[in-house]
């Protein structure tokens, strides 16, 4: 497999910053209710399908993969960063995290129950987003669900949007437009959140999370 240049550079960004983005997100969840209540309905659809084993991809220094254990949950994470998933196994012993990437994954078709991605796809150029989400339908279990996280463009006009992010080139995506995207790939939106920005947020961009699921066989 050729590696893409956003995936290198995604790489060599994020294992520049795994120490300092570790400790400005590490108690991100905390102060995020509403983040918790969709994990939380998350893990809960996740159980009943499979062996209810969920992937975290890109799972960044291991957060809210160990917040989804808490819950009960048979998670492992993944991540291109090495840096990343070194600080993940020292935060979470007990928790199984792997080096790789959400386009090539070493999980068997229909293993998963649950595949979560919080800010992960972001960095992928949206031409190559449609594959990475054949991945995860792939490795969902029928019935599975995926939860993806991500922030919204400015409208339907800007289905995409190029981002200023301070670790490597990012977009935004318009909810229906992605949701569009997600279905194409077999993947049928079953819920939303859009959370709007705090006043303090550096960035003044609404946070939305999809659910969907593959249909059963």
Same mark, same amino acid.
């Given at each position: 497999?050729?590696?893409?240049?956003?995936?290198?550079?995604?790489?060599?960004?994020?294992?520049?910053?795994?120490? &300092?983005?570790?400790?400005?997100?590490?108690?991100?969840?905390?102060?995020?209710?509403?983040?918790?209540? /969709?994990?939380?309905?998350?893990?809960?659809?996740?159980?009943?399908?499979?062996?209810?084993?969920?992937?975290?991809?890109?799972?960044?220094?291991?957060? *809210?993969?160990?917040?989804?254990?808490?819950?009960?949950?048979?998670?492992?994470?993944?991540?291109?960063?090495?840096?990343?998933?070194?600080?993940?196994?020292?935060?979470?012993?007990?928790?199984?995290? +792997?080096?790789?990437?959400?386009?090539?994954?070493?999980?068997?078709?229909?293993? !998963?129950?649950?595949?979560?991605?919080?800010?992960? *796809?972001?960095?992928?150029?949206?031409? +190559? *987003?449609?594959?990475?989400?054949?991945?995860?339908?792939?490795? !969902?279990?029928?019935?599975?669900?995926?939860? /993806?996280?991500?922030?919204?463009? +400015?409208?339907?006009?800007?289905?995409?949007? *190029?981002?200023?992010?301070?670790?490597?080139?990012?977009?935004?995506?318009?909810?229906?437009?992605?949701?569009?995207?997600?279905?194409?790939?077999?993947?049928? +939106?079953?819920?939303?959140?859009?959370? &709007?920005? &705090?006043?303090?947020?550096?960035?003044?961009?609404?946070?939305?999370?999809?659910?969907?699921?593959?249909?059963?066989?």
């Amino acid at each position: 497999m050729i590696e893409s240049d956003a995936l290198t550079a995604t790489r060599a960004g994020y294992d520049g910053a795994a120490a &300092e983005y570790e400790q400005l997100f590490r108690d991100s969840l905390r102060d995020s209710p509403l983040d918790r209540a /969709i994990l939380g309905a998350f893990a809960e659809v996740a159980r009943g399908s499979g062996d209810g084993r969920v992937a975290d991809l890109g799972c960044g220094p291991g957060y *809210v993969t160990g917040h989804l254990a808490g819950l009960g949950l048979a998670v492992f994470g993944v991540d291109v960063s090495p840096a990343m998933i070194e600080l993940a196994r020292q935060a979470h012993p007990g928790l199984r995290f +792997e080096v790789g990437t959400m386009a090539a994954l070493d999980i068997a078709d229909g293993e !998963l129950g649950g595949v979560l991605s919080r800010w992960s *796809v972001i960095h992928t150029p949206p031409p +190559e *987003v449609p594959a990475i989400l054949a991945e995860f339908h792939r490795v !969902l279990a029928p019935g599975g669900h995926l939860l /993806i996280g991500f922030s919204a463009s +400015e409208g339907p006009a800007h289905p995409t949007q *190029v981002f200023d992010h301070l670790v490597a080139p990012a977009y935004r995506w318009w909810p229906d437009h992605l949701a569009a995207t997600l279905q194409e790939a077999g993947l049928t +939106e079953v819920a939303r959140m859009v959370r &709007e920005p &705090e006043p303090t947020d550096k960035r003044q961009f609404q946070s939305v999370h999809l659910l969907a699921r593959k249909a059963s066989d």
